[in-house]
C-alpha cells in the first residue's frame, strides 16, 4: 500500500527486503510522545516500539522522547518503561535487546503550554539527528486528551517544529477521542490541519491495525469465489458485534461523557463496516482505499427520530456476574454519575443505502461487561431454496464469520449429510485459524500503526472526511436520544448477560436473531 504524499517520494528501498515485502520502508526519524506518563504509552506504545525492534523492522536511526509534565530523568522513564514492557509486550523482554532499546529513550519534561518547554524540545531533536542520524524527520505522537491538542498544536508551530528541511517529514498522529459530534470534530480537524496538512496528519483508530481488519480487503478482493456474491442479490443480512466483560476500567469520567456509541460505534465498527461493504478500490492506495470507504459511510441512512426509537436500543449495566465474579452497577462504578444515562450497550439496524446494498440491514451491536468478549462479523446469505433438502428440515443458512478477536480467523457454516443410512443434515463449520495456519502471533495493532506512520503509509488511520461523515451519522442518534421529547427508554440488561432483551427483539421484528459467540 504506497502513499502518493510527496513526502514519501524519495523512500529509500533495501535492496535486501526487494521482492519480500510490498510495504514501504520505515524511515529514520525521531518519535516524541506527548502525555508520556499516560497509560497508552506503558501498555502499547513503548511495547509496540519494542516488538518493532525485536522483529528487526525499527529503523536503527531511531530515538523515542517522552514529553510530560512530571519531573523525570532519562534513567527513571527507562526503568519504568522496561517494568511496563516486561508486563505488556507481547513477546518476552530480551535483556540485551532491551539495553540497546533503552538507549533510544529520552524524557523531556515541561508544560503543554510552556513555550521555553518546546525551544529544549526542538534543541533536542536538532541534537538527536545530529547524533544519531535520525534526518530531521520527525513524528509527534499525541496521546493526550483531545482539549490538549489546540495548545500543543499551537506551540509546535511556534518553535517551527511543524515544518520540515528539505528531504525530511513531520508527521503528527492523533488518538481518539475525535471530536464528541460532528462541529467539534471540525473543530479540531481544522485546528489539526491548520499546522499540520492533512497528508501528514494520521488519526489512529487502532481496529485499523488489527491483522483481520486488514483482512477483510484480501478475503474479498484476493479470491475470485466471494465478490460475485458479496450483494444483495445473495446475501440476506451482516451483523457486527462487539462485546465486552470489562466495564469502564477507571475511565468513568471520559466514558460517562462518551457512551459507547462514540466511543466504539462512530469510529471502530463503522470502520468494520466499511470495510466489508466497500466497493473494490481503483488501487493500494491510501487514499483510492479511502476513498471507497467514505462512500460506505456517507450512503449510510440517516436516521429520524421515529427511526431511532425502532432501530436503535441503547442499554447501561446493572449489577451482576461475570465469570462467577460479582460486578456493580455503571451507576455504582468510580467517578460515574450515580443517575448517569450514558450507554454502555447500543444495537442498532442500519442501511446503506447503494446498489450494492439495497435492503440489506447491517445489524451493529457492542457492549461492555458482556457474558464474553469478542468482536466478528458475520455474513449471513440467503437460505437455498426451499426444494428438496429444505422442504422436511430445517436447513440454516450459509454464514461466512470473520472473527476480528480473540482467536482470529474465517470461518464459513455450510450445510453437510450425517453420516448415515437416512438424509440427515447438519451444520458444519469450514475453520481457518490465523495461530494454526500461520504458526505464529499476529503483531498488536499499534505496533503495525507505527510502522506505517514511520513509513509514509495513511491506509489504515481515518481520513477527515471519513471521520466527519461518521460523526454526522451517529450525531442523528445522539439528537434521537437527547433532544428528543419523548426520548426512548434507556434499558437496563445485568452485567454478565448479552445486552437488554430489547436488542433481541430488534431482529425478532425482521425474524432473524443475533449470532451466539
Ligand atoms: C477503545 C475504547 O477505543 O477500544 C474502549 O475506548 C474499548 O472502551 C477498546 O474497550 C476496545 O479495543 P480492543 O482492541 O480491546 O477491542
Known amino acids: 500500500m504506497v502513499n502518493p504524499s510527496s513526502s514519501t517520494a524519495e523512500r529509500p528501498t533495501n535492496p535486501l527486503r526487494e521482492g519480500l515485502s510490498n510495504r514501504p520502508m520505515p524511515q529514520p526519524c525521531n518519535i516524541v510522545i506527548f502525555g508520556a506518563s499516560g497509560d497508552l504509552t506503558y501498555r502499547k506504545l513503548i511495547p509496540a516500539i519494542y516488538n518493532i525492534a525485536a522483529d528487526g523492522d525499527l529503523p536503527t536511526a ?5 514529553f510530560a509534565r512530571r519531573e523525570k530523568t532519562d534513567a527513571q522513564f527507562r526503568t519504568e518503561l522496561e517494568e511496563a514492557a516486561r508486563k505488556f509486550s507481547r513477546q518476552g523482554v530480551n535483556d540485551e535487546l532491551w539495553k540497546s532499546f533503552a538507549n533510544r529513550i529520552f524524557y523531556q519534561r515541561g508544560e503543554f503550554g510552556d513555550l521555553e518547554a518546546y525551544k529544549s524540545l526542538a534543541a533536542r531533536l536538532d541534537k538527536l539527528d545530529a547524533e544519531r542520524n535520525t534526518r530531521g524527520n520527525r513524528l509527534f505522537y499525541l496521546s493526550v486528551a483531545p482539549s490538549e491538542f489546540p495548545g500543543i498544536l499551537e506551540m509546535l508551530a511556534a518553535v517551527g517544529l511543524n515544518k520540515t528541511r528539505e528531504g525530511s517529514w513531520a508527521r503528527v498522529i492523533v488518538e481518539k477521542p475525535f471530536g464528541k459530534d460532528v462541529e467539534s470534530a471540525q473543530t479540531l480537524n481544522t485546528v489539526v490541519n491548520n499546522v499540520f496538512s492533512e497528508r501528514d496528519t494520521y488519526r489512529i483508530d487502532h481496529y485499523l491495525g488489527k491483522e483481520t481488519a486488514q483482512n477483510i480487503m484480501v478475503l474479498r478482493f484476493a479470491n475470485g469465489i466471494f465478490e460475485p456474491l458479496w450483494n444483495h442479490r445473495y446475501i440476506d443480512h451482516v451483523q457486527i458485534t462487539g462485546a465486552e466483560t470489562l466495564g469502564v476500567e477507571g475511565r468513568g469520567p471520559y466514558y460517562d461523557n462518551a457512551g459507547a456509541l462514540r466511543d466504539m460505534v462512530q469510529n471502530h465498527l463503522l470502520q468494520l463496516l466499511s470495510l466489508v461493504a466497500m466497493e473494490p478500490p481503483v488501487e493500494l492506495s491510501a487514499d483510492a482505499i479511502r476513498d471507497e470507504k467514505v462512500k460506505v459511510i456517507r450512503s449510510l441512512r ?47 439496524k442500519a442501511h446503506v443505502d447503494n446498489w450494492r446494498w439495497s435492503g440489506v440491514p447491517f445489524y451493529v451491536r457492542f457492549g461492555k461487561r458482556l457474558a464474553k468478549t469478542g468482536t466478528e462479523i458475520a455474513v449471513q446469505f440467503r437460505s437455498a431454496p426451499d426444494v428438496l433438502f429444505s422442504r422436511d428440515a430445517d436447513v440454516g443458512p450459509n454464514v461466512l464469520v470473520i472473527r476480528i478477536q480473540p482467536d482470529e480467523g474465517i470461518s464459513l457454516r455450510i450445510q453437510a449429510k450425517r453420516p448415515g443410512a437416512s438424509v440427515k443434515i447438519e451444520p458444519v463449520k469450514m475453520d481457518f485459524h490465523y495461530g494454526t495456519s500461520f504458526g505464529k502471533a499476529s503483531p498488536e495493532a499499534y505496533e503495525r500503526l507505527l510502522l506505517d506512520a514511520m513509513s509514509g503509509d495513511a491506509t489504515l488511520f481515518a481520513r477527515r472526511d471519513e471521520v466527519e461523515h461518521a460523526w454526522q451519522f451517529v450525531d442523528r442518534i445522539e439528537h434521537g436520544w437527547h433532544q428528543n421529547p419523548e426520548p426512548p427508554t434507556l434499558c437496563e440488561y445485568p452485567a454478565g448477560s448479552w445486552g437488554p432483551s430489547e436488542a433481541d427483539d430488534l431482529l425478532a421484528r425482521d425474524g432473524r436473531t443475533w449470532r451466539r459467540m
Open 62 to 66: 531511531l530515538a523515542v522522547v517522552g
Open 302 to 348: 440517516p436516521m429520524s427520530f421515529e427511526d431511532v426509537a425502532t432501530n436503535v436500543v441503547r442499554g447501561q449495566y446493572a449489577a451482576g456476574t461475570i465469570n462467577g465474579k460479582e460486578v456493580v452497577g455503571y451507576r455504582q462504578e468510580d467517578r460515574v454519575n450515580p443517575k448517569s444515562m450514558t450507554e454502555t450497550y447500543v444495537a442498532l
